[in-house]
Protein backbone atom coordinates (compact mmCIF):
# COMPACT_ATOMS: atom_id res chain seq x y z
CA UNK A 1 0.00 0.00 0.00
CA UNK A 2 1.36 3.71 -1.17
CA UNK A 3 1.57 5.69 1.89
CA UNK A 4 1.44 8.86 0.32
CA UNK A 5 -0.80 12.11 0.75
CA UNK A 6 -0.91 15.76 -0.78
CA UNK A 7 -3.02 18.63 0.99
CA UNK A 8 -3.26 21.89 -0.49
CA UNK A 9 -4.89 24.54 1.65
CA UNK A 10 -5.43 27.97 0.81
CA UNK A 11 -7.07 30.90 2.32
CA UNK A 12 -6.74 34.62 2.92
CA UNK A 13 -3.86 34.11 4.94
CA UNK A 14 -1.94 31.27 4.05
CA UNK A 15 -1.47 29.20 0.29
CA UNK A 16 0.13 25.77 1.34
CA UNK A 17 0.86 22.24 -0.68
CA UNK A 18 1.98 19.23 1.04
CA UNK A 19 3.09 16.04 0.00
CA UNK A 20 4.67 13.30 2.94
CA UNK A 21 5.11 9.60 2.53
CA UNK A 22 5.53 7.80 5.58
CA UNK A 23 8.09 5.11 3.79
CA UNK A 24 10.68 7.17 2.25
CA UNK A 25 13.62 7.88 3.43
CA UNK A 26 13.80 11.56 4.63
CA UNK A 27 14.48 13.37 1.94
CA UNK A 28 12.71 16.86 1.82
CA UNK A 29 12.28 19.92 0.35
CA UNK A 30 10.99 22.82 2.18
CA UNK A 31 10.08 26.71 1.68
CA UNK A 32 7.76 28.21 4.43
CA UNK A 33 9.73 31.58 4.34
CA UNK A 34 11.08 31.30 7.71
CA UNK A 35 14.36 29.79 7.79
CA UNK A 36 14.24 28.70 11.25
CA UNK A 37 11.07 26.68 10.49
CA UNK A 38 12.23 24.96 7.48
CA UNK A 39 15.21 23.85 9.44
CA UNK A 40 12.89 22.10 12.05
CA UNK A 41 10.71 20.47 9.60
CA UNK A 42 13.88 19.39 7.64
CA UNK A 43 14.80 17.23 10.94
CA UNK A 44 11.23 15.89 11.49
CA UNK A 45 11.42 14.59 8.10
CA UNK A 46 15.04 13.11 8.27
CA UNK A 47 14.39 11.87 11.74
CA UNK A 48 11.11 10.36 10.78
CA UNK A 49 12.46 8.75 7.77
CA UNK A 50 9.73 11.03 5.78
CA UNK A 51 9.75 12.11 2.30
CA UNK A 52 8.63 16.08 2.92
CA UNK A 53 7.71 18.73 0.40
CA UNK A 54 6.21 21.59 1.89
CA UNK A 55 5.63 25.11 0.57
CA UNK A 56 3.79 27.74 1.59
CA UNK A 57 3.06 31.40 0.96
CA UNK A 58 1.90 33.05 4.29
CA UNK A 59 0.78 36.54 5.26
CA UNK A 60 4.86 37.06 6.51
CA UNK A 61 4.35 40.80 6.46
CA UNK A 62 1.80 40.15 9.26
CA UNK A 63 4.26 37.64 11.59
CA UNK A 64 4.75 34.14 11.57
CA UNK A 65 1.54 33.21 13.35
CA UNK A 66 -0.59 32.00 9.84
CA UNK A 67 1.64 30.20 8.07
CA UNK A 68 3.77 27.89 10.90
CA UNK A 69 -0.11 27.08 11.91
CA UNK A 70 -1.28 26.30 8.58
CA UNK A 71 1.32 25.22 7.77
CA UNK A 72 0.68 22.26 10.95
CA UNK A 73 -2.63 21.56 10.05
CA UNK A 74 -2.05 21.25 6.36
CA UNK A 75 0.86 18.44 7.45
CA UNK A 76 -1.95 16.98 9.82
CA UNK A 77 -3.87 16.08 7.69
CA UNK A 78 -1.45 14.82 5.28
CA UNK A 79 -0.49 12.62 7.96
CA UNK A 80 -4.20 11.23 8.51
CA UNK A 81 -4.47 10.67 4.98
CA UNK A 82 -1.40 9.22 4.38
CA UNK A 83 -2.23 6.23 7.31
CA UNK A 84 -5.52 5.38 5.76
CA UNK A 85 -7.58 3.08 7.97
CA UNK A 86 -4.10 2.49 10.17
CA UNK A 87 -4.56 -1.22 9.64
CA UNK A 88 -1.59 -2.81 10.87
CA UNK A 89 0.54 0.20 12.54
CA UNK A 90 2.27 0.01 15.87
CA UNK A 91 -0.49 2.98 16.96
CA UNK A 92 2.21 4.42 19.68
CA UNK A 93 5.64 5.94 19.48
CA UNK A 94 7.94 7.54 21.79
CA UNK A 95 11.43 9.26 21.87
CA UNK A 96 13.49 10.20 24.18
CA UNK A 97 15.94 12.77 22.76
CA UNK A 98 18.82 14.85 24.17
CA UNK A 99 20.50 17.98 22.50
CA UNK A 100 23.27 19.43 23.89
CA UNK A 101 22.15 20.53 27.19
CA UNK A 102 18.42 19.95 26.04
CA UNK A 103 16.63 16.61 26.90
CA UNK A 104 12.68 16.69 25.41
CA UNK A 105 10.54 13.45 25.17
CA UNK A 106 7.72 13.21 22.46
CA UNK A 107 5.11 10.51 22.89
CA UNK A 108 2.04 9.60 20.60
CA UNK A 109 -1.18 8.01 20.04
CA UNK A 110 -2.66 7.80 16.66
CA UNK A 111 -6.17 6.64 18.30
CA UNK A 112 -8.10 9.06 16.39
CA UNK A 113 -8.91 11.56 19.06
CA UNK A 114 -7.01 15.58 19.33
CA UNK A 115 -5.30 15.98 22.34
CA UNK A 116 -2.22 18.12 23.05
CA UNK A 117 0.05 18.35 26.21
CA UNK A 118 2.67 20.77 26.26
CA UNK A 119 5.47 21.04 28.70
CA UNK A 120 8.32 23.15 27.24
CA UNK A 121 9.24 27.10 28.07
CA UNK A 122 11.12 29.29 26.38
CA UNK A 123 14.35 31.54 27.26
CA UNK A 124 14.14 33.25 24.25
CA UNK A 125 10.81 34.85 22.47
CA UNK A 126 12.46 34.25 18.42
CA UNK A 127 14.98 32.15 17.09
CA UNK A 128 15.46 33.64 13.63
CA UNK A 129 12.21 34.89 12.11
CA UNK A 130 10.37 32.01 13.80
CA UNK A 131 8.19 33.13 17.76
CA UNK A 132 9.46 30.15 20.01
CA UNK A 133 5.36 30.36 21.18
CA UNK A 134 4.80 28.93 17.92
CA UNK A 135 6.05 25.52 18.69
CA UNK A 136 3.01 24.84 20.74
CA UNK A 137 0.10 26.46 18.27
CA UNK A 138 2.04 24.07 15.26
CA UNK A 139 1.94 20.81 17.45
CA UNK A 140 -1.58 21.39 18.71
CA UNK A 141 -2.43 22.00 14.80
CA UNK A 142 -1.16 18.77 14.18
CA UNK A 143 -2.78 16.95 17.03
CA UNK A 144 -6.34 18.29 16.14
CA UNK A 145 -5.61 17.52 12.23
CA UNK A 146 -4.50 14.40 12.07
CA UNK A 147 -6.55 13.24 15.08
CA UNK A 148 -3.76 12.27 17.05
CA UNK A 149 -2.54 12.28 21.06
CA UNK A 150 0.73 14.21 21.48
CA UNK A 151 2.42 14.39 24.43
CA UNK A 152 5.54 16.47 24.53
CA UNK A 153 8.01 17.50 27.64
CA UNK A 154 11.23 19.49 28.18
CA UNK A 155 12.55 17.50 30.47
CA UNK A 156 15.30 20.16 30.81
CA UNK A 157 17.21 22.90 28.50
CA UNK A 158 18.10 25.99 28.28
CA UNK A 159 19.30 27.30 24.59
CA UNK A 160 15.62 27.58 22.78
CA UNK A 161 17.07 26.36 19.40
CA UNK A 162 18.51 22.82 21.30
CA UNK A 163 14.70 22.81 22.78
CA UNK A 164 13.06 23.08 19.91
CA UNK A 165 15.28 20.99 17.34
CA UNK A 166 15.36 18.01 20.33
CA UNK A 167 11.31 18.04 19.76
CA UNK A 168 11.09 18.17 16.22
CA UNK A 169 13.27 15.52 15.79
CA UNK A 170 11.72 13.25 18.73
CA UNK A 171 8.07 14.20 17.22
CA UNK A 172 9.56 12.43 13.48
CA UNK A 173 11.48 9.65 15.12
CA UNK A 174 7.95 9.38 18.04
CA UNK A 175 5.69 9.63 14.31
CA UNK A 176 7.69 6.74 12.53
CA UNK A 177 7.52 4.17 15.46
CA UNK A 178 3.96 4.85 15.58
CA UNK A 179 2.94 4.26 11.63
CA UNK A 180 5.73 1.74 11.72
CA UNK A 181 3.82 -1.61 10.36
CA UNK A 182 3.73 -4.81 12.33
CA UNK A 183 2.64 -8.29 10.37
CA UNK A 184 1.21 -9.76 13.72
CA UNK A 185 -1.29 -6.56 13.80
CA UNK A 186 -4.61 -7.46 11.98
CA UNK A 187 -6.24 -4.60 11.67
CA UNK A 188 -6.18 -1.91 13.70
CA UNK A 189 -4.28 -2.22 17.19
CA UNK A 190 -7.79 -1.54 18.83
CA UNK A 191 -9.91 -3.50 21.12
CA UNK A 192 -13.24 -1.45 20.09
CA UNK A 193 -12.08 -2.09 16.73
CA UNK A 194 -11.30 1.32 14.94
CA UNK A 195 -8.83 3.92 15.26
Known sequence: MNRTATV??????????????????????????????????SEFARHGLFDLTLKCKGD??????HTIED??????????EALGDK?????????????????????????GRPYLIFNEEFKNDRVG????EMVKDFFYAISY????NIDIDELHGENSHHIIEATFKAFGRALREAVSKDP??????STKGKL
Request: charged letters at 25%.
Open 129 to 132: NFDT
Open 8 to 41: KRKTGETDIEVTIDLDGSGNYTLDTGIGFFDHML
Open 145 to 148: SAMM
Open 87 to 111: GGITRFGSSLLPMDESLVRVVIDLC
Open 184 to 189: RIKGVL
Open 71 to 80: CGIALGEAIK
Open 60 to 65: LDVDCH
